[in-house]
């Protein structure tokens, strides 16, 4: 199926202090197979190399643009602002530490044009702090709603490819809880559809240091979630019980 017509990804990208991972990530956008993209990446008042890295990007590739804030502001307030000043009608988030295979744009465009989907996720395999790969790789349903993906988030952010106006119209923010999480809730909460691509097109960077990587504030910045989208005690309790076991199930892979 042809994707010609797609039009421009605005591909959004959050970075702080990362200057070990960053070319590793913009490297993977620009191998892209699919090339009408923008590539937008802000500085989230990096005390690293991170925006010289980027620089020397950016002036190779008018694709590239680099937006830096004046203090660091989070990764809510940074999202926002790359969205602010995207163009495309799609956004596809990639975190500064994770990357994609060369198809992974491609694929997801060829299923959106299939099913007219308003999300597009992907299978993810994972690597750790030193790019070291894990023998393991989440599977993804073909598609997924409201309720199945309260029991685990297996939307990893950055694979997602989403319509730009449904992410301004239900924009979380709040970098207290799993903001991503929250919104794809929203979204299958209100109507809208989800499919995935299951094969491994993301790269995951596992770091012990990061707010996944801690496994009690992960499961703390869970349970607000929930309470985020309306979920009453009793039914956060019922979730965060499957939380728990997906997440145990998970990460047994990931030692």
Known sequence: MSNEGFGLISVIMAAYNAEKTIGFAIESVLKQTYKKFELII?????????????????????????????????????????????????????????????????????????????IVYTGVSYIDESGVPFNWALDVPEKIGYKKLLKQNIITNSSALVRKNLILEHYVSGDSMHEDFALWLRLLKAGYSAVGVNETLTIYRVSRGSKSGNKLKSAVMNWKTYKYIGLNFFASVYYMMWYTINGVLKYRHLK
């Open 42 to 118: 802000i500085d989230d008042g990096s005390v690293d190399n991170t925006e010289s890295i980027v620089k020397e990007y950016s002036n190779r590739d008018p694709r590239i643009k680099l937006i830096r804030n004046s203090s660091n502001s989070g990764v809510s307030f940074s999202r926002k602002a790359a969205l602010d000043n995207s163009s495309g009608d799609w956004i596809a988030i990639l975190d500064s530490d994770d990357a994609w295979m060369p198809e992974k744009l491609k694929e997801q465009i060829d299923l959106q044009l299939k099913t007219n989907a308003d």
